[in-house]
């Protein structure tokens, strides 16, 4: 044999070996092991957070496209698989797992856009060109892209990455007919997502969705098979994990419930001890943050004092500014105007930062970040303030609230929020709001979760040190 065949049939067996650990070198928990394999058309492995998610769904297109799928062998190679999820951002973990489990050599260095004609609209295309997956192709699209993007398409397997929308869905579940084949979802219900996802439940109790639910314990999170069977996390971890969710969350967290719970507060470690007529220290750092509300009569800013304290973030909320029912822009700027005066001895010129929000259009016409500065413009004329001026809105992701709320429970039981006792209407909030994204409660919340996620993100910085406050 020459050398040049030796070497060809060194590199031979050591890309069989590869594709071997690839395929088999994983140990699957007795519920991954059970979504593998359903046969059902449409699975759903639905449940806790930890409990495996992300790398089945990762490691089902892996062994799918290239036909090395150990349970599911209707389709041979090439095939064509479509992943979607809300944002390329929200599906880099379970993308992260799935480079770790295929060969990225095997695919055409370029990747293809198709369909749509502005940026964001089109979906990728990755082309396998060898190995045993040789002519698949791996399609990655988003929810918000919307179902239009895969009009017209026929696949032989989707790959859900977190609830689909109702439409999306329904435009995928035709494209799947002409192979026979099939969808596999993978979701943890939330407090963003669970009020909306009544016809995906209704789809499951009718058995056309076959569910596998999945509860965060010790026997879930251990891979069986090895010689010695180790959970990824430990049971402390887990009391640890339970104890940190919101108490409306919980049940969805780890796996019991499809719903919140009823009558849970969202913020349920605010207490007494959270309210407290202590003025922050001078020199802090002031944040004015909007919630431009749809509801007449709703536009509301609190306003924030933070410092940091032993290394930690304390905050002070200090005031609430609201405008009357019809309460016009210039009404709202001077409550927000009087309330630095009044409640800490400072002008507009004295605030640090300034948060906004998108546009909202209710009763009173359309509100949004420029409004309200053209509004401090028609009361202090210009040059306005270059912080007022730079107003930011905050980014909103798929799980940025609940994000948010968690923020502020920790920080509650820590001692680390103190709300001044005139800020009834907030106080009231925190006290009773349950979650539910139409109550009137939530307005004056998104103000101070926007105030709060954005200020202790955001680098400390204070336009004037010597701003003593009374």
């Keep these: 044999m020459s050398t040049r065949s030796n070497a060809q049939e060194l590199i031979s067996a050591q890309e069989r070996r590869q594709e071997h650990q690839l395929s088999y070198s994983m140990r699957w928990t007795d519920a991954q092991h059970d979504f593998l394999r359903s046969t059902a058309d449409i699975a759903l492995f639905s449940g806790a957070n930890q409990v495996g998610k992300t790398i089945i769904i990762a490691a089902d297109i892996a062994m799918f496209l290239e036909g090395r799928h150990p349970y599911d062998q209707t389709h041979a190679p090439p095939v064509k698989v479509l992943f979607a999820g809300h944002t390329w951002a929200e599906m880099a973990g379970t993308l992260e797992k799935l480079w770790g489990m295929i060969d990225k050599r095997r695919f055409k260095e370029t990747i293809r856009f198709e369909g749509g004609s502005l940026k964001g609209q089109k979906i990728a295309v990755y082309d396998v060109i060898s190995g045993p997956g040789k002519g698949s192709q791996l399609i990655i699209a988003t929810y918000a892209q919307g179902a239009k993007r895969i009009s017209g398409m026929t696949i032989h397997r989707l790959l859900g990455d977190e609830p689909l929308t109702k439409h999306f869905f329904g435009e995928a579940v035709p494209r799947l007919l002409r192979f026979g084949g099939h969808m596999r979802i993978g979701l943890t219900p939330t407090l963003d997502t669970y009020a909306a996802l009544d016809w995906l439940w209704k789809l499951v109790d009718d058995g056309v969705i ?182 930011e809105t905050p980014y909103k992701y798929q799980g940025s609230a609940t994000d948010g709320w968690r923020l502020i429970n920790a920080m509650c039981a820590e001692g680390h929020i103190l709300i001044h006792p005139r800020c009834t209407t907030l106080i009231n909030s925190l006290r009773v709001w349950e979650g539910l994204a139409s109550a009137p409660e939530k307005d004056v919340l998104d103000a101070l979760r926007y105030g709060i996620v954005l200020a202790i993100k955001s680098e400390y910085t204070k336009q004037r040190p010597e701003v003593r406050f009374r």
């Design 210 to 391: 076959e569910e596998h639910r999945v509860e965060l314990t010790v026997a879930n999170v251990t891979p069986r098979g090895g010689l010695v069977e180790t959970p990824w996390i430990s049971a402390g971890d887990i009391e640890l994990f339970e104890s940190r969710c919101l108490p409306a969350e919980v049940e969805m967290r780890m796996g019991r419930s499809r719903y919140a719970v009823a009558g849970a507060r969202v913020i349920g470690r605010f207490s007494p001890a959270n309210i407290s007529e202590e003025l922050p220290p001078g020199g802090a750092r002031v944040t004015v943050s909007l919630d431009h509300s749809k509801r007449p009569g709703r536009e509301v800013a609190t306003i924030l004092v933070d410092a940091k304290v032993k290394g930690a973030h304390r905050v002070w909320v200090t005031s609430v500014a609201a405008t009357a029912k019809h309460g016009t822009p210039v009404e709202f700027a001077r409550a927000i105007q009087t309330a630095l005066r009044d409640d800490l001895g400072i002008t507009v010129a004295d605030v640090d930062y300034w948060i906004g929000d998108r546009a909202a259009v209710s009763g009173t016409g359309r509100w949004d970040n420029q409004t309200v500065i053209d509004a401090f413009r028609e009361i202090l004329g210009d040059p306005l303030p270059e912080h007022l001026l730079a107003m």
